[in-house]
């Protein structure tokens, strides 16, 4: 296709050379016949034999003007008198003669250059008054180019261009090899039916698949950004083209995308939304980021947690109670019935002790039942789990599962750092202040080193340095 546009391109513009070529050359021609004919008509002995002697072949005025027409090349020199007739030919036997074309334009003292049709056939010609010494019109000077010179002129240029259009052609030609090589190797070779269908492959899977899908140029804009990241992140189809920057307040989320921070399958949120981004760089400086949401795991997974610790406190209820009925079924074996009395009312007592104190200070029932759960597991592993005395938390809570969740998961970190120590206890701290929930979990396990963060187990037998607490609010 480049080849053929190529040859097209250089056909035209070498036709488009030549017709001009053509006129110049017919003016060129005629412009040489009219300045032979003014020099011509400029030889004062010209008009002096003109009005002194006949028209014969071996007159002066033949003589001078074949003298003039060997000289100068032209195909012929006629002088006529006013009568128009020939004074001078190049064939002998036309002298005294009419001139076969009109004389008139030249006779009444205009200069004239025309391409025309005479006895010689077709030719440039050039005619000029011919004065005398006191300025009177005496006859006329007509001088022709052969027309047959003028395109031999013209064909012996085309060669030379046809030279010139070839070299043009093979730059071309070469230029056009070298641009589809290239492009060949940029696109693998495939045909632009292959490409075309690639693209539309591509926008069918950008725009339906369920990962956000966002591309960076290696300025930082956004050169593509499919439905389900316009979703995510908030974007508009309209904001192709501007800079990460510009379309997305900053924060984690920015940074991430934009490779600031680095890892894989890395944690941020954006408008609510628990996301999962993997930031893979281009060739071009430009990055392709995908993105996961993971809003609806994280939210079943904080369900699944609270689920879990119910029956996990469940669980440590029911063998609670498989081991008093099983204590109490041995003393009514051994007909102990004082002892089994007194047995199951210190047992109801407890329980109704520590139930009693939760509910007095948690009025929210989730969180209060799942303290009064955790208390039975903490029992049951041998760890004293009380609410502070200055707790009070009431019954307004605006997310009430997800505290739930982390209170659940403080406590079960609690009880696993405590478990093993001298005394083992857990204290839990809630209280609000009207807008915000403070919470504050303490345990007697081995704390953090004080050298820095690293987590010690409580089995390792080290001596604990200070409480460890976890809060958050």
């Given at each position: 296709?480049?080849?053929?546009?190529a040859?097209?391109?250089?056909?035209?513009?070498?036709?488009?050379?030549?017709?001009?070529?053509?006129?110049?050359?017919?003016?060129q021609?005629?412009?040489?016949?009219?300045?032979i004919?003014q020099?011509?008509?400029?030889?004062?002995?010209?008009?002096?034999?003109?009005?002194?002697?006949?028209?014969?072949?071996?007159?002066?005025?033949?003589?001078?003007?074949?003298?003039?027409?060997?000289?100068?090349?032209?195909?012929?020199?006629v002088?006529?008198?006013?009568?128009?007739?020939?004074?001078?030919?190049?064939?002998?036997?036309?002298?005294?003669?009419?001139?076969?074309?009109?004389?008139?334009?030249?006779?009444?003292?205009?200069?004239?250059?025309?391409?025309d049709?005479?006895?010689?056939?077709?030719?440039?010609?050039?005619?000029?008054?011919?004065?005398?010494g006191?300025?009177?019109?005496?006859?006329?000077?007509?001088?022709?180019?052969?027309?047959?010179?003028?395109?031999?002129?013209?064909?012996?240029?085309?060669?030379?261009?046809?030279?010139?259009?070839?070299?043009?052609?093979?730059?071309?030609?070469?230029?056009?090899?070298?641009?589809?090589?290239?492009?060949?190797?940029?696109?693998?070779?495939l045909?632009?039916?292959?490409?075309?269908?690639?693209?539309?492959?591509?926008?069918?899977?950008?725009?339906?698949?369920?990962?956000?899908?966002?591309?960076?140029?290696g300025?930082?804009?956004?050169?593509?950004?499919?439905?389900?990241?316009?979703?995510?992140?908030?974007?508009?189809?309209?904001?192709?083209?501007?800079p990460?920057?510009?379309?997305?307040?900053?924060?984690?989320?920015?940074?991430?995308?934009?490779?600031?921070?680095?890892?894989?399958?890395?944690?941020?949120?954006?408008?609510?939304r628990?996301l999962?981004?993997?930031?893979?760089?281009?060739?071009?400086?430009?990055?392709?980021?995908?993105?996961?949401?993971?809003?609806?795991?994280e939210?079943?997974?904080?369900?699944?947690?609270?689920?879990?610790?119910?029956?996990?406190?469940?669980?440590?209820?029911?063998?609670?109670?498989?081991n008093?009925?099983?204590t109490?079924?041995?003393?009514?074996?051994?007909?102990?019935?004082?002892?089994?009395?007194?047995?199951?009312?210190?047992?109801?007592?407890?329980?109704?002790?520590?139930?009693e104190q939760?509910?007095?200070?948690?009025?929210?029932?989730?969180?209060?039942?799942?303290?009064?759960?955790?208390?039975?597991v903490?029992?049951?592993?041998g760890?004293?789990?009380?609410?502070?005395?200055?707790?009070?938390?009431?019954?307004?809570?605006?997310?009430?599962?997800?505290?739930?969740?982390?209170?659940?998961?403080?406590?079960?970190?609690?009880?696993?750092?405590?478990v093993?120590?001298?005394?083992?206890?857990?204290?839990?701290e809630?209280?609000?202040?009207?807008?915000?929930?403070?919470?504050r979990?303490?345990?007697?396990?081995?704390?953090?080193?004080?050298?820095?963060?690293?987590?010690?187990?409580?089995?390792?037998?080290?001596?604990?340095?200070?409480?460890?607490?976890?809060?958050?609010?």
């Open positions: 296709m480049q080849l053929a546009i040859t097209g391109v250089t056909v035209l513009a070498t036709g488009l050379f030549l017709a001009p070529l053509s006129d110049h050359l017919d003016d021609a005629m412009r040489r016949a009219l300045a004919a020099t011509t008509a400029a030889e004062p002995r010209m008009a002096d034999a003109l009005q002194h002697t006949r028209p014969t072949p071996g007159g002066p005025v033949q003589t001078e003007a074949e003298r003039i027409r060997r000289a100068t090349g032209a195909e012929y020199v002088i006529m008198d006013r009568r128009g007739v020939r004074w001078s030919h190049t064939s002998p036997g036309e002298i005294g003669k009419h001139v076969s074309t009109d004389p008139t334009e030249a006779l009444e003292g205009r200069e004239v250059m025309e391409i049709e005479g006895t010689l056939g077709r030719s440039a010609r050039g005619k000029v008054p011919l004065r005398a006191d300025g009177r019109i005496v006859g006329a000077v007509s001088v022709g180019i052969s027309y047959e010179s003028v395109r031999a002129r013209l064909v012996a240029a085309v060669p030379e261009m046809l030279a010139y259009a070839g070299g043009a052609l093979a730059v071309g030609a070469l230029a056009a090899y070298v641009v589809s090589r290239r492009l060949q190797r940029r696109t693998h070779d045909a632009f039916s292959d490409i075309s269908a690639l693209l539309a492959e591509r926008e069918a899977m950008l725009h339906g698949i369920r990962e956000g899908v966002v591309a960076l140029d300025h930082g804009r956004i050169r593509l950004i499919n439905d389900e990241a316009q979703r995510l992140l908030d974007l508009r189809p309209e904001d192709t083209g501007q990460l920057e510009a379309v997305l307040a900053p924060g984690r989320t920015t940074d991430v995308l934009s490779g600031r921070v680095t890892g894989a399958d890395l944690l941020t949120v954006s408008g609510g628990v999962v981004a993997n930031r893979m760089p281009t060739d071009d400086g430009g990055a392709v980021v995908t993105l996961r949401d993971r809003t609806e795991l939210r079943l997974g904080r369900e699944l947690d609270g689920t879990r610790g119910l029956i996990d406190a469940l669980r440590a209820q029911d063998h609670e109670h498989a008093r009925m099983h109490l079924l041995g003393l009514l074996e051994l007909e102990l019935h004082d002892e089994a009395m007194e047995f199951i009312t210190e047992a109801i007592g407890v329980h109704r002790a520590t139930a939760v509910t007095e200070r948690v009025h929210d029932p989730l969180l209060a039942s799942l303290l009064v759960g955790k208390a039975t903490a029992t049951e592993r760890v004293s789990l009380t609410v502070a005395g200055d707790s009070l938390l009431p019954n307004r809570l605006v997310d009430p599962p997800g505290l739930v969740t982390i209170v659940g998961n403080l406590i079960d970190n609690a009880l696993d750092a405590a093993g120590s001298p005394e083992p206890r857990v204290e839990v809630l209280c609000t202040d009207d807008r915000t929930v403070l919470l979990v303490s345990d007697t396990g081995p704390g953090y080193p004080p050298t820095g963060a690293t987590w010690s187990s409580p089995r390792a037998g080290r001596p604990r340095s200070r409480p460890r607490t976890a809060s958050a609010a």
